[in-house]
Every structure is written in structure tokens, then in C-alpha cells.
């Protein structure tokens, strides 16, 4: 079973991203990794054309700024990091691909 996905989700999935990306410059830091992990899956999910996935990813996000926690440790990790730049890169591929 196929799942078409309305503009208005995808818009709406963007536009939550990009918000997050903008807190993340207000706030004058990178995303930590807890974010950096919400929003790289978030923008896998939006790629893949699996925007309800995408969306519990960025309503996870929202709860952590809303939580404004120290993350702790982070796990040890073989890949680079995501920065801001390189995941607003991500939805501006993606944007312009819709």
C-alpha cells in the first residue's frame, strides 16, 4: 500500500526543519548530538518521501529544545559530524528536488 504525500506535508515537514535549523542560529551553537541525530534522520525520512516518520522525528526535536537538557555523553561515533551547514545543505537539495 502506496501513501501519496500532499505539498501541504511536505511543506509543512520544511518548514519545521528549517525552523529548527534557525533556533540552532539563534541560539548561536551547532545542534548537540541528541538534535543532530533528530534532524539527520528527520531529513533521511523527508529523502525517502516518508514525511510521517519525518515528522515524529522533529516533534522528538521540538521536546528536546523545549527541555533545554544537557544531553550527556555522546556515543561514540566513526562518522562525521552534522553540522547545521551541512543539514541546511540537505533541505535545500531536497526542496529543490519537490
Sequence with gaps: MTFRVTMQAKAKAHARFASALHHLDDLKREPN??????LFHALGYMKRGN?????SELAQLAGLFAAAKNPGEAPESKRERYTAALLKRGLDQLRAGS
Design 33 to 38: 548530538w541528541k538534535e543532530e541525530e533528530c
Design 51 to 55: 514525511y510521517k516518520l519525518a515528522d
